[in-house]
């Protein structure tokens, strides 16, 4: 059966410092993959999506990056954190040409 | 793009009663649409989804109906218990990108035992 991995689940990180958030899927070969944040327990907002190695789309402009350096694995990046950074991020894979997506347990950042 | 609607936003019931929980949808390409129930810390779990080729699709106590015509879907939840106390999702897909999902902005369920 297929999993999928987040890690770490809680992360407090002062302002200006890097970030480096992982994901990876198990069960399954060349899924979908995303990376949501979600604000305040509401409201998913999809930030990135990749379907394939080293193909990353953009959904919203902002202080983050994100890059696939292998079929399951989805990295969520940043350089200089803000504190408008702090979140739940949360990411989910589907079945290439399905939209039936699934979500990892998340990551509460805390950007002080 | 896709603009999903959800209310209402907060919905208190006591135990034993049913939860209704309404979507609309506005783009009419919409064809899969998922509802996801969030327990407060974790991710959300995929609960049931209905595709636009049905009007209702029943899981035990769990429904969801759609409204093609009208571009709306429901959750109904019946024999409400404490522990269906949590966040509700829907979502809905257009079938043009990749599987992105547009959703709505949640419910906050409780049940009052």
């Known amino acids: 059966s297929q999993t999928i991995h987040q890690w770490p689940a809680t992360l407090v990180q002062p302002v200006g410092s890097p970030l480096s958030l992982e994901c990876t899927v198990e069960?399954?070969?060349?899924?979908?993959l995303y990376w949501y944040r979600q604000a305040a327990g509401r409201g998913l907002q999809l930030l990135f999506y990749?379907?394939?190695?080293?193909?990353i789309s953009s959904e919203v402009p902002q202080n983050l990056s994100a890059s696939r350096p292998q079929d399951r694995q989805f990295i969520l990046s940043s350089k200089k954190l803000l504190l408008s950074d702090s979140g739940f991020y949360l990411c989910a894979w589907s079945v290439d040409g399905a939209a039936k997506a699934f979500f990892g347990q998340g990551t509460r950042l805390t950007v002080v | 793009g896709e603009n999903v609607e959800q209310h209402p936003s907060t919905l208190s019931v006591q135990e034993g009663d049913s939860a209704v929980i309404k979507c609309t949808y506005s783009?009419?390409?919409?064809?899969?649409f998922p509802w996801y129930k969030q327990e407060l810390g974790k991710g959300p779990q995929l609960i049931i989804d209905i595709r636009s080729n049905v009007g209702e699709k029943k899981d035990q106590r769990i429904a969801v109906t759609l409204n093609k015509t009208a571009k709306h879907f429901s959750l109904h939840i019946t024999e409400t218990q404490p522990e269906d106390s949590a966040v509700y999702f829907c979502?809905?897909?257009?079938?043009?990108?990749?599987?992105?999902?547009?959703f709505g902005q949640g419910t906050i369920l409780t049940v009052h035992p």
């Open positions: 979502a809905a897909w257009d079938g043009t990108s990749y599987g992105k999902l547009t």
């Open positions: 990749s379907v394939g190695i080293g193909q």
């Open positions: 783009d009419s390409a919409s064809n899969y």
């Open positions: 069960g399954t070969s060349n899924p979908n």
